[in-house]
T-cell receptor
Framework: EPEVTQTPSHQVTQMGQEVILRCVPI?????FYWYRQILGQKVEFLVS????????KSEIFDDQFSVERPDGSNFTLKIRSTKLEDSAMYFC????FGSGMETQYFGPGTRLLVL | KQEVTQIPAALSVPEGENLVLNCSFT??????LQWFRQDPGKGLTSLLL?????REQTSGRLNASLDKSSGRSTLYIAASQPGDSATYLC????????????FGTGTRLLVSP
């Protein structure tokens, strides 16, 4: 069964460093999302992406964050200068297009630790 | 602003019991509602998606109901098993199905043998 994959599974970085989190959505999906979950808290929306542009972003998604779909398969989240409070599990999700196909499928996550 | 709440926050039951998890949302203008399972330190597994026009959706031992007008959904798990132990999350998008999901706080379920 097709699934969303994410790399790396864990990443440790120093505050102020740039990180890139990678995702491979399900191949025929057209909607892509990033969410994050700080330990012990709710899953929070960061950004959605459709037709090669951001369709919606949250207050969390400030100028330090960017997303890109560099080729036909990858979807990346870049954090330019990490802060301690960026430590969280980051989830990528994708969805197909069309009525009745709105289910968002999530990847296993990347656990980011900023020291 | 949509708010999603789940009760109870935690539930511990012996194997074999039928149980109900509750989800409530403040804005009833939703397109659908999705239930997820999350194992500790893991990703989210989609269990059921129930459209706003539906009242129920079933998958195996799981049954989700939706009462959009009252802003409530329930997830019914029949004949619970230790393997059902996980956190269960409900989530709603806005008034189009591809919008961001707003997640509930989750119910942490423990089923003991």
């Amino acid at each position: 069964e097709p699934e969303v994959t994410q790399t790396p599974s864990h990443q440790v970085t120093q505050m102020g460093q740039e990180v890139i989190l990678r995702c491979v959505p399900i191949s025929n999906h057209l909607y892509f999302y990033w969410y994050r979950q700080i330990l012990g808290q709710k899953v929070e929306f960061l950004v959605s992406f459709y037709n090669n542009e951001i369709s919606e972003k949250s207050e969390i998604f400030d100028d330090q964050f960017s997303v890109e779909r560099p080729d036909g398969s990858n979807f990346t989240l870049k954090i330019r200068s990490t802060k301690l409070e960026d430590s969280a599990m980051y989830f990528c999700a994708s969805a197909q297009f069309g009525s009745g196909m709105e289910t968002q499928y999530f990847g296993p996550g990347t656990r980011l630790l900023v020291l | 602003k949509q708010e999603v709440t789940q009760i109870p926050a935690a539930l511990s039951v012996p194997e074999g019991e039928n149980l109900v998890l509750n989800c409530s949302f403040t804005d009833s203008a939703i397109y659908n509602l999705q239930w997820f399972r999350q194992d500790p330190g893991k990703g989210l597994t989609s269990l059921l998606l129930i459209q706003s026009s539906q009242r129920e959706q079933t998958s195996g031992r799981l049954n989700a109901s939706l009462d959009k007008s009252s802003g409530r959904s329930t997830l019914y798990i029949a004949a619970s098993q230790p393997g059902d132990s996980a956190t269960y999350l409900c989530a709603v998008p806005g008034n189009t199905g591809f919008q961001k999901l707003v997640f509930g706080t989750g119910t942490r379920l423990l089923v003991s043998p």
